[in-house]
């Protein structure tokens, strides 16, 4: 057993007090052995790092992205979902290649570690190249390829739906079990309720988890319920997607009913608010979800839709327009915030991280307090929801390894990222265009 001592910091413990302790980390099993009160540490360990002054949290979890589309970050902005989907998007992606996703990702995940995320669920193409770039970087991930048959032949469609569930059994516990995978329809609306009818009994007999976009927009939700004559999450519970293994991305324009579906199925709900701004898709109840017993996480969405993938920005935007959502200043309190960003998103993402306890994964990040925005300290989980910033994280551990130490990652190569994410985003775009 080798082990790393995270030394002399604050420690922000799963029920939200804060204490001074060393974090003691298994790295051959990557899970964390001890949290020892100040004084009480007396083990050595092979490594240490050093937290003097920081705030040691659980390594944030990003429950829904595309990650490899910050290669489109800033490509086009400005527009409603329908417009920004056929006019600006979909047209590059058509000319996307693997070497593409993989310069994506990896930008994406050099981004997510300096910003202190160790975990994300991502759903987009060429996913063994996502998977490739979680491996390399040492980070954890959810993957899963998104199957869309609007548009596409029945041949096409069916195999949309078999790549999506040949990759969800093909990769799990792939990276040393950093990976998992899900089985993952796009949405409600992008696959044909025959083909849904077909595979999601096949991913729930093979016990893969599914994930998927669900009542993101209004514009989204007529047609459903003209067609079916029941809300978007009944038809999905009819088809059978709501399980405790499933969660879905967005459900901004859900009812109470739909609430109670998912309480009752222990579904999952992965909360985007930037997207939701910036697309104006309108405002999720989360309050209301929390009320009824959802299970909530904290997703950025892809780049192109936020415009940056840190877990800091989403969690002040979550309690800003929770409250607005809400008409009440108390709702979605910074607590709920840090919870649905490191628990809520694990918890949705079935991971044993989120949590700085003896016996979850050893994920997690440190942030410089002497700043003059964190300054001062009356209360450090207001800070992390309201104050802080991704530039504020100053290490960050994924399973045991440190993938950052002194905002130095470890495991990519910074400026071939950039250099790569760069040179190539340039091609596509031309490509597109052309
Ligand atoms: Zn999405």
Same mark, same amino acid.
């Given at each position: 057993?080798?082990? &790393?001592?995270?030394?002399?910091g604050?420690?922000?413990r799963?029920?939200?007090?804060?204490?001074?302790?060393?974090?003691?980390?298994?790295?051959?099993?990557?899970?964390?052995?001890?949290?020892?009160?100040?004084?009480?540490?007396?083990?050595?360990?092979?490594?240490?790092?050093?937290?003097?002054?920081?705030?040691?949290?659980?390594?944030?979890?990003?429950?829904h992205? /595309? %990650?490899?589309?910050?290669?489109?970050?800033?490509?086009?902005?400005?527009?409603?979902?329908?417009?920004?989907?056929q006019?600006?998007?979909?047209?590059?992606?058509?000319?996307?290649t693997?070497?593409?996703?993989?310069?994506?990702?990896?930008?994406?995940? &050099?981004?997510?570690?300096?910003?202190?995320?160790?975990?994300?669920?991502?759903?987009?193409?060429?996913?063994?190249?996502?998977v490739?770039?979680?491996?390399?970087?040492?980070?954890?991930?959810?993957?899963?390829?998104?199957?869309?048959?609007?548009g596409?032949?029945?041949?096409?469609?069916?195999?949309?739906?078999?790549?999506?569930?040949?990759?969800?059994?093909?990769?799990?516990?792939?990276?040393?079990?950093?990976?998992?995978?899900?089985?993952?329809?796009?949405?409600?609306?992008?696959?044909?309720?025959?083909?849904?009818?077909?595979?999601?009994?096949?991913?729930r007999?093979?016990?893969?988890?599914?994930?998927?976009?669900?009542?993101?927009?209004?514009?989204? %939700?007529? *047609?459903?319920?003209?067609?079916?004559?029941?809300?978007?999450?009944?038809?999905?519970d009819?088809?059978?997607m709501?399980?405790?293994?499933?969660?879905?991305?967005?459900?901004?324009?859900?009812?109470?009913?739909?609430?109670?579906? &998912?309480?009752?199925?222990?579904?999952?709900?992965?909360?985007? *608010?930037?997207?939701?701004?910036?697309?104006?898709?309108?405002?999720? *109840?989360?309050?209301?979800?929390?009320?009824?017993? %959802?299970?909530?996480?904290?997703?950025?969405?892809?780049?192109?839709?936020?415009?940056?993938?840190s877990?800091?920005?989403e969690?002040?935007?979550?309690?800003?327009?929770?409250?607005?959502?809400?008409?009440?200043?108390?709702?979605?309190?910074?607590?709920?915030?840090?919870?649905?960003?490191?628990?809520?998103?694990?918890?949705?993402?079935?991971?044993?991280?989120?949590?700085?306890?003896?016996?979850?994964?050893?994920?997690?990040?440190?942030?410089?307090?002497?700043? *003059? /925005?964190?300054?001062?300290? /009356?209360?450090l %989980?207001? /800070?992390?929801?309201?104050?802080?910033?991704?530039?504020?994280?100053?290490?960050?551990?994924?399973?045991?390894?440190v993938?950052?130490r002194?905002?130095?990652?470890?495991?990519l190569?910074?400026?071939?990222?950039?250099?790569?994410?760069?040179?190539?985003a340039a091609?596509?775009?031309?490509?597109?265009?052309?």
């Amino acid at each position: 057993m080798t082990t &790393l001592k995270v030394a002399d910091g604050r420690v922000l413990r799963p029920d939200h007090t804060v204490e001074r302790a060393d974090v003691l980390v298994d790295q051959t099993s990557g899970e964390i052995l001890s949290v020892e009160p100040d004084g009480e540490g007396s083990a050595s360990a092979d490594d240490t790092l050093d937290a003097e002054g920081g705030l040691v949290i659980p390594g944030l979890v990003n429950a829904h992205t /595309h %990650v490899a589309m910050t290669l489109l970050r800033g490509y086009a902005d400005d527009k409603p979902l329908d417009a920004w989907l056929q006019e600006d998007i979909w047209p590059v992606e058509a000319e996307l290649t693997a070497e593409d996703v993989r310069a994506g990702a990896r930008l994406g995940i &050099l981004e997510m570690i300096r910003s202190g995320t160790t975990a994300f669920a991502d759903m987009y193409f060429f996913m063994p190249e996502v998977v490739a770039a979680v491996e390399e970087s040492g980070m954890r991930a959810l993957l899963g390829y998104g199957s869309i048959t609007v548009g596409n032949d029945d041949e096409a469609a069916h195999q949309e739906m078999q790549d999506g569930l040949d990759f969800a059994e093909g990769y799990d516990g792939a990276a040393d079990g950093r990976v998992s995978t899900a089985f993952m329809p796009h949405s409600l609306t992008t696959v044909g309720e025959a083909y849904l009818r077909e595979y999601v009994p096949e991913a729930r007999e093979a016990d893969v988890p599914i994930h998927f976009h669900a009542n993101e927009t209004g514009g989204e %939700v007529e *047609p459903i319920v003209d067609d079916h004559g029941e809300r978007p999450l009944e038809y999905a519970d009819d088809i059978g997607m709501l399980a405790d293994t499933s969660f879905l991305a967005h459900g901004v324009h859900t009812d109470r009913t739909e609430h109670e579906l &998912l309480a009752e199925r222990d579904t999952a709900v992965i909360h985007c *608010p930037a997207s939701n701004m910036k697309l104006a898709s309108g405002m999720a *109840p989360v309050q209301a979800m929390r009320d009824r017993g %959802v299970t909530v996480g904290l997703g950025t969405d892809g780049a192109a839709s936020n415009n940056d993938l840190s877990l800091f920005d989403e969690m002040r935007d979550a309690a800003m327009l929770g409250k607005l959502a809400a008409d009440d200043a108390s709702a979605v309190d910074a607590d709920a915030v840090v919870e649905m960003a490191t628990q809520g998103g694990a918890d949705a993402l079935g991971m044993a991280s989120g949590r700085i306890e003896p016996g979850a994964n050893a994920d997690l990040a440190v942030l410089d307090l002497d700043r *003059p /925005h964190l300054t001062p300290a /009356h209360d450090l %989980v207001s /800070h992390l929801t309201y104050a802080a910033s991704g530039s504020d994280v100053r290490h960050t551990v994924c399973d045991g390894q440190v993938l950052m130490r002194d905002r130095t990652v470890q495991t990519l190569d910074a400026d071939e990222v950039l250099a790569d994410a760069r040179e190539r985003a340039a091609a596509l775009i031309d490509r597109a265009e052309s």
